[in-house]
């Protein structure tokens, strides 16, 4: 009986071995923000290994380099937002949403421009990334102060760490900077005038090619199986232990060790309707997507399969 049982408990251990091996690997960008933590500490701690996935991160400093990137087949999916998601679709190119993620986006003002307020920002140079979600977060400031979305003069920075310095160094009266960049600015001295956690918005997400979504089922669920055990470590462990690590994975200037302040992370969740439905309508509004996309056209649950 003892020789039964344990060629059963061998054959089980090596059924469980081979199903993680047939796990294939999965390429996911990042950007330099917050949103990003979870994927480099499961990376660093193990995470993925432990649930036999193999997953490959790359960095990149722009959402448009990112969703190039994504669109050239090298990656299978992305920290990314619901205007990148849209942008995707309408230009033929199918993605899936499949959680939503925890960062913030702040509108920060330069020590020289001496603003407090949105509306002391009228008429001058607030820095954005032209058609992204950062634009979108600006937009939906002015509005809640009744103010057009002319009334500030756009320049437009694509790259994060570029947009950063250039408010430092008091060459734009504004920012609107992911977290931690926006933390950053202030840390050095910017004002923070007003963000998207005010606005009860969050439009940030974990999206995937279709493709992805439909084929590699079982390597999503190892990565988000990995991902919430990310979540826990960051919300349940003393900051001292992982911040030099955050930093120098993340892509963050050194000043983010002092500065950087992370919100309390979620296990992986679908998105609001609402965040979906605003940011589809800000579009079409501006005339950059041709249909009125709906949350399902978007939004694919594969966390309670």
Partial sequence: MMAVLLVGIVAGCGGQQEKKADLQPLNIGLMPDTDSLPFIIAQEKGYFKEEGLEVNIQQYKSAM????????????????????????????????VTSFTDGSYRLVASKQSG???????????????????????????????????????????????????????????????????????????????????????????????????????????????????????????????????????GGFPPTAKEALQLPQYHHAELPKESDVVDCVKWLKDKGLIQKNYTYADFVVDLLNK
């Fill in 65 to 96: 380099d990112r969703d190039s990137a994504l669109q050239s087949g090298n990656l299978d999916g992305a920290v990314s937002d619901m205007l990148a998601v849209a942008f995707a679709k309408d230009g033929g190119f199918n993605v899936k």
């Fill in 115 to 249: 603003a407090k307020s949105v509306a002391d920002l009228k008429g001058k140079d607030v820095a954005v990334s032209r058609n992204t979600i950062i634009e979108y977060v600006t937009d939906q400031i002015l509005s809640k102060e009744n103010m057009a979305e002319d009334s500030i003069n756009k320049v437009i920075i694509p790259q994060i760490p570029t947009r950063l310095e250039m408010l430092q160094n008091g060459k734009l009266a504004a920012a609107t900077l992911p977290e931690p960049m926006a933390s950053i600015a202030v840390h050095n001295g910017c004002t923070l005038v007003k963000g998207s956690d005010e606005l009860g918005i969050n439009p940030g997400v974990i999206m995937f090619t279709a493709k992805t979504t439909n084929d590699r089922r079982a390597e999503i669920a190892a990565m988000y199986r990995a991902y919430n055990k990310a979540v826990d470590y960051l919300n349940d462990t003393p900051r001292d232990e992982y911040i030099d690590l955050v930093v120098e994975k």
